[in-house]
C-alpha cells in the first residue's frame, strides 16, 4: 500500500491497516528510522481500559444499524 507525505509531513494510514492492526483515533505511535526505514509501532504505556476489548464484539451488520435498532429508529427491513 501506498500513502503520500503531505506539505505539513502528515501522512494517512490506509484503512486496511489501521483496522487490521487497532489503530484508532488518537492512538500514539512511536516512529523511528532503521536502516533508511520508517518503523512505526504502537506506543507502550498509552492503553486505556478498552483497548483490550475494542474489536471483540462481532456484530455481522454495521455498528449504525445496531445502535439505530437500540434506540428504537431502525427501518423496518
Same mark, same amino acid.
Given at each position: 500500500m501506498k500513502t503520500v507525505v503531505s506539505?505539513? #509531513?502528515q501522512i494517512t494510514i490506509p484503512k486496511p491497516l489501521r483496522r487490521r492492526l487497532g489503530i484508532r483515533?488518537?492512538?500514539v505511535l512511536e516512529v523511528?528510522? *532503521?536502516h533508511g526505514r520508517l518503523v512505526?509501532?504502537?506506543s507502550a504505556g498509552t492503553h486505556d481500559a478498552? *483497548?483490550?476489548l475494542y474489536g471483540i464484539l462481532?456484530? #455481522?451488520r454495521p455498528t449504525d444499524e445496531v445502535i439505530a435498532e437500540l434506540? #428504537?429508529?431502525a427501518k423496518p427491513r
Open positions: 506539505e505539513k #509531513g483515533t488518537g492512538q523511528r528510522e *532503521d512505526m509501532s504502537k478498552f *483497548d483490550k462481532k456484530l #455481522g434506540r #428504537g429508529t
